[in-house]
C-alpha cells in the first residue's frame, strides 16, 4: 500500500468522518487506544492491522496535534459505557 505524505484523511462519507488512515477504515482512535491504553508497540499494530508503520506514526502524531478533541470523543464513549452500564440509559436511547 503507498500512502504517500497524506497519511491520516477525513471524509463524511467514511467512518462518520473520523480521521482515519488513507485508504483504510482504520481510526485514527483506534490506533491510539490500542497503543496508549493496550500498551501495542506501532509495530505490533502495523503488523496485526497490515498498515504502513509510517501510518500508525502519522496517526499518533495527529492524535497529539488534536488531542484536546480526541480525549473528548474518549470521554464520551466512557460516559456512554457508564450510562448504559449503569440502566440510566437504554441502547434504543444510546443511538437515537
Not at 483504510?24 to 491504553?37: G, L, P, S
Request: charged residues 25%; proline residues 2%.
Amino acid at each position: 500500500m503507498t500512502l504517500g505524505i497524506n497519511h491520516i484523511v477525513s471524509d463524511a462519507d467514511t467512518c462518520f468522518g473520523k480521521p482515519r488512515i488513507a485508504g483504510t477504515r482504520f481510526a485514527v482512535k483506534d490506533v491510539v487506544a490500542y497503543h496508549y491504553f493496550q500498551k501495542m508497540s506501532v509495530e505490533e499494530i502495523a503488523s496485526d492491522w497490515n498498515l504502513p508503520i509510517a501510518a500508525v506514526y502519522a496517526a499518533l502524531a495527529y492524535y497529539h496535534d488534536h488531542k484536546k478533541e480526541i480525549d473528548q470523543v474518549f470521554e464520551k464513549e466512557d460516559a456512554l459505557i457508564r450510562d448504559l452500564k449503569s440502566g440510566k440509559l437504554s441502547l434504543q436511547e444510546a443511538f437515537q
